[in-house]
Every structure is written in structure tokens, then in C-alpha cells.
């Protein structure tokens, strides 16, 4: 892929600056990233303070409990990055700056996945924190890294999940029907399937 830009066209770089002032200018992002960090911490402190773990459970496990909530958000969030555009009918102004959808598409993704692992990693940080300080020693305390990471690298492959069915479906409740049901659908049928449950049901999110 070509970085610069040809006469008259936007390369990746400058729609790379294009995404990301529609990222710091947009509202509806910043709460859906705010609404995602909410779930998660909030879950966390409801866990510490009831204490609402099996006995084998770990401070880790039980600081993330709220990550299931948060990638149903986090999908939102990508989802939004695309249909908000072609809701509005910004998205033709979009690619008559830059024709190629290949470079647009891709300074989406660059941004999204950033973004999203840019907050999801401090999110995950201070819930396994709130954990720890909330959570009696008797629960094992996990290792928390690199799982951290790992969540974190979740969210981003999550939301540029979103961003594919949302570029494929171009309407927000359609393509965020679609993402809840593929995220909450291993969870509903691992019961179903004996002993695969564990590969397929058990902590997928």
C-alpha cells in the first residue's frame, strides 16, 4: 500500500489524521468508550465488594468479570467508527478526499484497534487493581500478566470485528445485533455440547 498521496488524492497518512480528528471531535465515541470503562471498573467493585466468587476462582478472574459486558461495548464502538458515516452521509465526502476505500478502511482499523487497546489496557489494569485491593487472600491471585494484554488485544480484535460487519451491513442496530450475537452465541450453546463446552462455551469473552 502506498503511504503517499497522489496529486490531488489523500494518501494513508492523511486519512490516518482524518480518522483520528473525527475520533477526538465525535461525542458519541468518547461515551461509548467511557460506557465500556464504566461497565468494566463498576463490575469490578461490585465483585470486590460482594464477593461473589467460587472458590476457586482467581483475583484476576474475578477483576475482569466485567470484560464480557465491556467487549459487547467495544464492539459497539467499532461498529460506530463506520455506520456513523454512512447514517450521516459523511462517508461520500470521506472517499472524495480519498477514492481508495482500501486506505480509508485501513486508517479506520489503525485508529480503532489503538484506540480501543489504548483504553482497555489502563481499564483492565485498574479493575485487576481494584481487585486486588478489594479481594481477600484466600482467592489464588492469577497472573496478570501477559493476560492483561491479551484482554486488552481482545477489545481491539473486537472492535475491528465491529468495524468489518458494521462496513459490510452500513446500519448501527443491524451491525450491532450482529456482534452481540456472534460474542453472547458460544456462551448460549456450550451447554449444549458436552464436552466441547470448555473449547467453545467456556471463557470465550
Known sequence: ??????????GFTEALASEWAKFRTVRSTRWTLAAMAAFVLGIAVFVGATRSLQPDDTVLGGSLTGVTFG????????VLAISREYATGTIG????CCPRRG???AAKATVTAAVMFGVALPTCLLA???????????????????ALLGV???????????????TLLRHSAGAITTMVAVLL???????????WERWIGDDVI
Do not use: N, W
Open 1 to 10: 500500500m502506498r503511504t503517499k498521496a497522489e496529486p490531488g488524492r489523500a
Open 71 to 78: 467487549l459487547l461495548v467495544g464492539a459497539s464502538f467499532g
Open 93 to 96: 465526502a470521506t472517499l472524495m
Open 103 to 105: 486506505v480509508v478502511l
Open 128 to 146: 485487576h487493581r481494584v481487585g486486588s485491593v478489594m479481594l481477600p487472600d484466600s482467592y489464588a491471585p492469577g497472573t496478570p500478566m501477559p
Open 152 to 166: 486488552a488485544a481482545c477489545f481491539s480484535v473486537t472492535a475491528l470485528g465491529g468495524l468489518a460487519v458494521g
Open 185 to 195: 452465541l458460544p456462551t448460549l450453546i456450550g451447554p449444549l455440547l458436552g464436552g
